[in-house]
């Protein structure tokens, strides 16, 4: 049996394309296509899928909605298993907000909302889902997801699903132990607050015009492209360093705020990889500080 008789086992012939274009699925709007590109429904199909892969010595890469990747323009040889929008899940009960990996940050903000829940404000703009937010502690506007986690569902490399609640996840600045040791995180529960909803919508009202006002929203991007270097603010740096608007080809370091690398004009892959490593050489040339990406780089460039 070949792969794509054994994905479609698995997941039904609906859920799994050859050769998708990672264009499609990242906020950079570059990269080349995926060799196969699945999208599980349940749980349990990730761990199938993953035991196949493992079994048959094949890569993949598991992403959300591709809001702090970046492909290669050549494509990526292997599955890329994406858990948004189908795993999405989200359940409230009592102050504890239960979600898939595949769930927008900005919509579980939204059911707290909702539910006048408080302590997710400061998510509601973080353009990822809920799996990568958890797996680099994503944080914003002084909240971070170590603030409210509960327990997480992960799937480790053996293909085992295992909970861990929050004092062994090791969490840091844009780090935990799954971005260590491989496991993908599946699910997660976070304690809230009740609040008062005018006051909850009021704060997320702020946090939403300091983005826009602030951010270069109107372009495809990644977010914040670098990590906050120790006793430093890597967009100050960058602006300092006089890359302000410094482009290489239609990759550009924001005019609005040096901290985004944006799609500015139809940018290749190597664009913004070349535009990334140009600034961290620049930066630590000018100011001895080396920024380091928050970007995930994957497949050929």
Avoid at 210 to 231: I, M, N
Avoid at 251 to 274: M, P, R, W, Y
Wanted: glycine letters at 10%; hydrophobic letters at 40%.
């Amino acid at each position: 049996m070949g792969l794509y008789e054994e994905l479609c086992g698995i997941l039904g012939a609906e859920n799994v394309f050859k050769d998708e274009p990672m264009k499609s699925h990242t906020t950079f709007r570059v990269g080349g296509s995926a060799d196969w590109f699945v999208t599980p429904e349940e749980e349990e199909q990730v761990r199938e899928i993953v035991n196949v892969l493992r079994k048959e010595k094949i890569p993949y890469y598991v992403i959300g909605n591709g809001s702090n990747l970046l492909v290669g323009d050549k494509g990526y040889r292997g599955v890329i298993i994406q858990l948004y929008k189908k795993l999405s899940r989200i359940h409230v009960k009592d102050n504890t907000v239960y979600a898939q990996a595949g769930a927008l940050l900005s919509k579980i903000a939204a059911e707290a909302l909702i539910c006048e829940l408080t302590g997710l404000e400061f998510a509601s703009g973080i353009p990822g889902t809920l799996g990568g937010a958890v797996m680099m502690n994503a944080g914003a506007y002084g909240g971070e997801m170590k603030h409210v986690l509960k327990s997480a569902l992960a799937l480790t490399p053996e293909g085992e699903f295992r909970v861990l609640p929050v004092e062994q996840m090791e969490l840091g600045y844009r780090s935990s132990i799954f971005s260590k040791n491989g496991d993908v995180v599946l699910s997660a529960e976070m304690e809230l607050k009740t609040g008062d909803s005018k006051e909850i919508r009021a704060y997320m009202d702020e946090l939403r015009e300091k983005r826009v006002t602030k951010q270069p929203l109107e372009y495809p991007s990644a977010g914040s492209t670098f990590k906050r270097p120790e006793g430093y603010f890597a967009g100050k740096l960058i602006q300092d360093a006089g890359l302000q608007g410094f482009q290489v080809g239609g990759a550009q370091v924001s005019e609005k705020h040096c901290g985004f690398v944006i799609n500015k004009e139809n940018a290749t892959a190597a664009d913004v990889l070349s535009l990334i490593e140009q600034v961290s050489e620049q930066v630590e040339a000018e100011f001895g500080v080396r920024l380091e990406p928050e970007v995930k780089c994957i497949g050929e460039f």
